[in-house]
Nanobody, 123 residues
Framework: QVQLQESGPGLVKPSQTLSLTCTVSGGSITTNYYYWSWIRQPPGKGLEWMGAIAYSGSTYYSPSLKSRTSISRDTSKNQFTLQLSSVTPEDTAVYYC???????????????WGQGTQVTVSS
């Protein structure tokens, strides 16, 4: 059973960089051919795919967030990390990490999800 757990600060100030880590257990993030994504849901809105890192280490980003987003991994810790720069209150959301067999799939294509972590951007 694969488990994902998000961690990071719940409050970030405007203009700062949001950094979240997803720790994976029960499976390796280098296993062919899975993609490990960050997805967020702002209050009252739908899910938004932000980006992913593949089993190979290749990264993929949403065009709307690409200029501010970076995803990396630490295979020794079986973790992958999201960094979102220059945050504004519009980046307030519940942030999820999730696994899929395709990049940027529909929500039902993700077979494992973290529980989500609330991040609020406020001064």
């Amino acid at each position: 059973q694969v488990q994902l757990q998000e961690s990071g600060p719940g409050l970030v100030k405007p203009s700062q960089t949001l950094s979240l880590t997803c720790t994976v257990s029960g499976g390796s993030i280098t296993t062919n051919y899975y993609y490990w994504s960050w997805i967020r849901q702002p209050p009252g809105k739908g899910l938004e795919w932000m980006g992913a890192i593949a089993y190979s280490g290749s990264t993929y980003y949403s065009p709307s967030l690409k200029s501010r987003t970076s995803i990396s991994r630490d295979t020794s810790k079986n973790q992958f990390t999201l960094q979102l720069s220059s945050v504004t209150p519009e980046d307030t959301a519940v942030y999820y990490c999730a696994r899929s067999a395709a990049v940027a799939g529909a929500p039902d294509e993700y077979d494992y999800w973290g529980q989500g972590t609330q991040v609020t951007v406020s001064s």
